[in-house]
């Protein structure tokens, strides 16, 4: 059978992990692939396939191109292409799915700058090639502007190929909710997730535009190929409603599922919603029961039916695609093995419970007194997500070090900082107090906070950092800062990761040879700070595999502010009491800067402590239902074995 990228006349094959058939819930081709890095590779291969077969038949090849965060890693492949293989632009027309209104070209936010920044800037394109939607037309232009921008797409020949991200709204382009099947090229406001979503570049959701010019679907349907690209878990939801719900005005991206040639990209963490990858057995009958699928569907099984696992019959089973279970074990030893396995996972000795039988315990008894890392990404990530946990580590007597990858610098506001100097200057006047003053004061939308301000910024979230383990009860000295350099760009772009960055902790770990690394384990965003930070853990980890103390360090992952990891995952749960659950609350509340709408709050506008108490809540709850004990909240950690 012919891939839709052969019927395309491109001769690539996407290799996706595991299955892709199109099952009876799915109406759009995807594939799926373990790594977002790779995928990319292979959609800039089929661009630049496309780009050289339309060079060799000496026509041009249109391009319709989309910003954000999905396609950077394509357009950095296709100018290593340019660059080393020789890939010539010189045949292709460019034409972008939008831009923000009103909008600067030369503001570091609008899609012009980061167009030229990611793309046309390396490459050998033509000026006169490129086309953006204008952000600064006058109102009373807008309206012939984007008639004429689809007029140009056509009389170019129409676009060849149309790259799309999509938004957590479903929209594509900025499509948003409600865009009608035949709409063109016009003027948007954008919904507020979306606002939300941009909030962070624009540092702070006011200062996102409201409106802007977007390709309408009848344009992007018009491609004669469509790519649409997924990362990370945070696009799964839409995902899977994109890909097998029903068409729908309230999810344009559904509109899609009309395309005769298109294909999603994702990653496994955007597929992992979707019914052949969340239940399985649901779509498969000859399946594979491995041991990590039976944990999965038992707890999905106690949530579709609202049984503990010892109630569940054989009949609960049939009924729901899990026969294939049966046929090995009956329900009441599956009931009991699975049972047994949850109730190994809690415990209340996280470092391991000294002179204890630890034979089904999540921890090893000894050394009772463990040396252990605790990697926080930023300064406050290690309170938010294991502050019950690392209390108990300390209570414990085991030898606590925290380690803050990041400054966290870019997430403290400038009036937060102002007030600092202001402070500094009232209580001994100095050159530095007012260089950082005036810095701020006269900063505006496309200048970067001064290296004065940042350090400024960073020694901030440092001493707020302090307070908090402080109270947790951790002596000064068992506290390290890393400022590891990739973060340190002053702008929400950060850099690579660079061997600096691994070096530095390598050598932490080298220092503190640790029987237990707590570590963030956050892979909801795979482009963000946090797997920037698991990434410098785990090739440090590889690299120091040979050292005979490595033997005996166990890595423990928890999840950053965002997500939770799923019960059956989880290898190690640490239970608090209502009193532990307080203490966690006020060693959160140390973090002032990141209080009362802070710039990173994401699609939840509640505050860090809400959302941890919410969360740790939510997976005891989760146990109770499931027929273990019933603890006011609970820290949940998953074994990383490297
Ligand atoms: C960008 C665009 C949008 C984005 C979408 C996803 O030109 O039109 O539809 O593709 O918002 O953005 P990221 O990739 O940042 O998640």
């Not at 409201?210 to 491609?223: F, H, L, N, P, Q």
Request: proline share 4%; glycine share 6%.
């Amino acid at each position: 059978m012919k891939t839709i990228l052969e019927k395309n006349g491109v001769n690539i094959r996407y290799k996706p992990v595991g299955q892709f058939e199109e099952t009876r819930f799915e109406k759009i081709h995807n594939v799926i692939f373990t790594d977002s890095n790779q995928a990319s590779i292979k959609v800039a291969e089929e661009i630049a396939a496309l780009i050289r077969k339309k060079q060799g038949a000496n026509k041009n090849c249109v391009l319709g191109l989309a910003t954000g965060s999905s396609p950077i890693r394509v357009y950095e492949e296709l100018v290593r292409m340019h660059k080393e293989d020789g890939l010539s632009f010189h045949n292709v027309i460019t034409f972008n799915l939008d831009e923000y209104l009103p909008m600067e070209k030369d503001n570091r936010q609008s899609y012009w700058y980061f167009m030229h920044e990611h793309l046309f800037n390396h490459v050998n394109i033509a000026p006169e090639n490129i086309h953006i939607p204008d952000g600064t037309l006058a109102p009373n232009k807008v309206i012939d502007y984007c008639i004429a921008y689809d007029e140009k797409i056509k009389k170019k020949g129409g676009l060849d190929f149309q790259l799309l991200g999509i938004g957590r709204t479903g929209h594509i382009g900025f499509n948003e909710p409600g865009s009608h099947y035949n709409s063109g090229t016009r003027v948007i406001t954008l919904d507020h997730i979306t606002l939300l979503d941009a909030a962070p570049a624009f540092l702070g959701i006011d200062n996102v535009p409201r409106k802007a010019i977007t390709m309408g679907i009848s344009t992007v349907m018009s491609a004669k190929r469509i790519v649409l690209l997924g990362w990370g878990e945070n696009k799964a939801n839409i995902i899977k409603k994109t890909i097998e719900g029903k068409i729908s005005p309230q999810v344009p991206a559904t509109y899609l599922q009309d395309h005769k040639n298109c294909t999603f990209v994702l990653d496994t963490g955007a597929g992992s919603q979707l019914t052949r990858n969340k239940t399985p057995w649901l779509v498969d009958e000859s399946l594979e029961w491995t041991e990590t699928l039976t944990s999965k569907a038992i707890v999905w099984l106690c949530d579709e039916t609202k049984k503990s696992i010892l109630s569940l019959t054989d009949k609960d089973y049939n009924d729901n695609g899990m026969s294939g279970l049966l046929a090995m074990e009956d329900s009441y030893d599956l009931n009991i093995k699975m049972f047994n396995k949850l109730q190994h996972t809690i415990t209340g000795w996280p470092g391991g419970k000294p002179n204890a039988d630890d034979s089904s315990r999540p921890e090893r008894a000894k050394p009772a007194r463990k040396r252990v890392i605790i990697f926080s990404p930023h300064p406050d990530d290690d309170v938010i997500s294991m502050g019950g946990t690392f209390d108990r580590l300390i209570e414990q007597g085991h030898d606590v070090h925290v380690v803050y990858q990041t400054s966290g610098n870019i997430a403290v506001s400038d009036t937060d900082a102002l007030r600092y100097a202001e402070i500094s200057k009232r209580i001994a006047p100095s050159e530095e107090a007012q260089n950082i003053i005036d810095s701020i004061e006269q900063k505006n939308d496309s200048s970067f906070d001064s290296l004065e301000v940042r350090k400024l910024k960073g020694n901030i979230r440092q001493g707020e950092s302090y307070a908090a383990v402080r109270y947790l009860g951790l002596e000064d000295s068992k506290v390290h800062f890393l400022n590891l350099p990739f973060y340190e760009t002053g702008t929400i772009k950060k850099n690579n990761l660079s061997e600096k960055d691994i070096e530095i902790v390598q050598a932490i770990i080298a220092d503190i040879k640790p029987h237990q690394i707590f570590a963030a384990g956050d892979l909801a965003d795979p482009h963000g700070t946090h797997k920037v930070c698991l990434d410098a853990i785990f090739e440090s980890l590889n690299r120091l595999k040979t050292e005979s103390y490595m033997d005996d360090c166990w890595v423990w992952l928890y999840r950053g502010a965002w997500h939770e990891w799923d019960v059956d995952e989880i290898e190690m749960a640490v239970p608090m009491s209502p009193s532990q659950v307080l203490k966690k609350r006020y060693a959160i509340f140390c973090h002032q800067s990141q209080k009362d709408g802070v710039m990173f709050q994401g699609d939840d506008s509640r505050e860090f402590w809400m959302r941890a108490e919410e969360r740790n809540k939510n997976t005891a709850e989760r146990y109770r239902a499931l027929g273990l004990s019933h603890y006011a909240a609970m820290e949940a950690f998953v074994r990383y074995k490297f």
